[in-house]
């Protein structure tokens, strides 16, 4: 009779207590809920994100190909932007890589530019250096390089240093000469060479 007794005891005793545990766990709820700041500020402003959405707005494009012969192709950039109908689309601070097939490699970079995956094409605009892994840089104003082949055209002077010396002239491309041969880059239009024996000697 006792254990009977002690039993309905506990039993009131849970029904009070069990409608309180639940009262204070809603009021933290609310509580929490009342301490956490929804004031976030976001890390653009109104007019950064509508042009962002406006001119359509990529952060790290990143183009990767493989040529019929196995070159690697890769150019990226930190920002890229479709802009309107009429704009051309455009690209800030790109680079790319070409991994040639005999092991060697050409790496270029630029303030601005053009991905082109839909034209095959990337262009590299403004301040570009070009450098090779056999020690040849080379800066100009402007490249124009396909996404298909290891191809390449930079119509403007260029000024390049390499093994032998510094040089300038007025054109250089790079490519092959015939189907499937080993890339060439050439020199045309005025070149002009201040020969280092020294470098050459190294």
């Given amino acids: 009779m006792a254990q009977v007794d002690r039993h309905s005891r506990w039993v009131q005793f ?3 207590l069990l409608p309180l545990v639940a009262i204070l766990l809603l009021s933290s709820v609310f509580l929490l809920s009342r301490s956490i700041d929804t004031n976030v500020s976001v890390p653009f402003s109104g007019q950064e994100i509508d042009n962002r959405l406006t001119d359509q707005v990529v952060t790290r494009p990143d183009y990767k190909g493989v040529t019929r012969k196995g070159e690697e192709i890769r150019v990226e950039a930190r920002r890229a932007s479709k802009g309107g109908e009429s704009d051309t689309p455009t690209a800030a601070e790109v680079q790319g890589r070409f991994g040639l097939s005999n092991g060697g490699e050409i790496t270029l970079e630029s303030n601005t530019g053009m991905i082109r995956p839909d034209k095959g094409t990337a262009t590299f605009v403004g301040d ?19 996404l ?3 191809r390449g055209d930079s119509p403007g002077q260029i000024d390049g240093t390499g093994p032998i010396g510094d040089f300038t002239a ?11 041969g080993p890339v060439h880059i050439l020199f045309t239009g005025g070149v002009k060479l201040i020969y280092e024996p020294q470098k050459a000697e190294r």
């Fill in 148 to 150: 298909n082949e290891i």
């Fill in 14 to 16: 849970l029904k009070v």
């Fill in 128 to 146: 570009v250096v070009i450098t090779t892994a056999d020690g040849l840089q080379v800066t100009t104003d402007l490249l124009n390089t396909s």
């Fill in 170 to 180: 007025g054109r250089m491309t790079f490519g092959t000469e015939k189907k499937d």
